[in-house]
């Protein structure tokens, strides 16, 4: 058996277009530019391909985009006052603080700053808090990914078995939320997990989010599982550009999954697509419309 590779580059882009189909709706009928803010402190190289990638994107989808690079050595009052000046701007509809921080800002501090109906990155407690109580809330774009991408697979999640390995505020715990609405029957793993390949020997849906070139065996995964990989891992090649790898052996796990994402070309593809529908979603719920058709 070879599984089915889920082609997120694929859906990310469908989900794309219909996202610019309801920007160009919202502008159309009631003179509304979603408008998304990103800040980036400093210069990782990786966070500036990442919000490079942010822009483009926002802007193909036909919506504002506003970027604001801040100095690796900027205060946390300034960044604090750009945050608060973006709560105030009506043509801003979604701020995103791009993480990880220079080590002299306090995350926790910046995130709770953010307007809660602009936190298109949903880290903020009130909207973790809101999912975890099953409310509504903006959710982090990544586990929403995930979810779309498992759905291109099974239309219902309902009594499966999934476990989660990893409970990041950013991905595992968010995650675990989101199968729980889908009415999934949820494990979440992390480095204490005892046993980790007997706990993924009984899930129909694998998620791995842990930050471990390759950890996910092909023989932990019970025959037919779908695997979503979150993991990006870059692995030096001598010589070359940096191979990029998830935290599941892919080539192990093709011969067991029935389905799994690849990476690259899989979550990845997902989270910028994640990024836009939340921003729409803010910028209807905050002009008080009914919510988008994505
Ligand atoms: P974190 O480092 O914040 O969390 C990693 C989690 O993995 C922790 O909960 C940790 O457990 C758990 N873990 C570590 N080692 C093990 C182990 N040996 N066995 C079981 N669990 C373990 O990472 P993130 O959640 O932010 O990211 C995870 C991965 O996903 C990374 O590779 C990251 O690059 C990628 N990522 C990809 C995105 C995308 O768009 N595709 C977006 C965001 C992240 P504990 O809590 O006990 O420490």
């Known amino acids: 058996m070879t599984a089915r590779i889920i082609d997120?580059?694929?859906?990310?882009?469908?989900?794309?277009?219909?996202?610019?189909?309801?920007?160009a709706r919202v502008k159309r009928d009631h003179a509304l530019t979603p408008g998304l803010a990103v800040v980036l402190v400093g210069h990782d190289p990786a966070s500036e391909v990442y919000v490079r990638s942010k822009h483009t994107q926002t802007q193909a989808a036909g919506m504002a985009s506003f970027e604001h690079k801040l100095p690796e050595d900027v205060s946390q009052a300034d960044l604090l006052a750009l945050i608060a000046q973006l709560?105030?701007?009506?043509?801003?509809?979604?701020?995103?603080?791009?993480?990880?921080?220079?080590?002299?800002l306090h995350t926790e501090t910046i995130i709770n700053a953010i307007d809660p109906a602009k936190d298109v990155d949903g880290l903020h407690p009130n909207?973790?808090?809101?999912?975890?109580?099953?409310?509504?809330?903006?959710?982090?774009?990544?586990?929403?990914?995930?979810?779309i991408l498992t759905k291109s697979v099974h239309a219902s999640l309902e009594g499966m078995n999934a476990i989660v390995i990893g409970r990041s505020n950013l991905v595992g715990r968010p995650l675990v939320q989101l199968l729980l609405n889908e009415n999934a029957t949820v494990t979440i793993a992390h480095s204490r997990s005892r046993d980790l390949p007997k706990l993924c020997a009984q899930a129909d849906l694998v998620y791995a989010a842990v930050g471990k070139p390759e950890m996910v065996r092909g023989d932990w995964l019970k025959p037919g599982a779908t695997v979503i990989d979150v993991g990006i891992n870059r692995i030096p090649v001598d010589g070359g550009k940096p191979k990029l790898v998830g935290d599941v052996a892919f080539q192990e796990a093709l011969g067991v999954a029935g389905a799994i994402t690849p990476v690259p070309g899989g979550v990845g593809q997902m989270t910028v697509a994640c990024l836009l529908v939340n921003t729409l979603r803010a910028a209807c719920a905050i002009a008080g419309l009914p919510a988008p058709a994505v």
Not at 8 to 23: F, M, P, S, W
Not at 128 to 144: D, F, I, M, N, V
Request: proline share 9%; glycine share 10%; with cysteine.
């Open 8 to 23: 997120g580059k694929a859906i990310a882009a469908e989900l794309r277009a219909r996202v610019a189909d309801e920007v």
């Open 87 to 104: 709560n105030r701007d009506p043509k801003v509809h979604g701020i995103l603080v791009q993480l990880p921080l220079p080590k002299t």
């Open 127 to 147: 909207n973790a808090g809101r999912l975890a109580g099953g409310l509504a809330a903006l959710s982090p774009c990544t586990p929403l990914g995930c979810i």
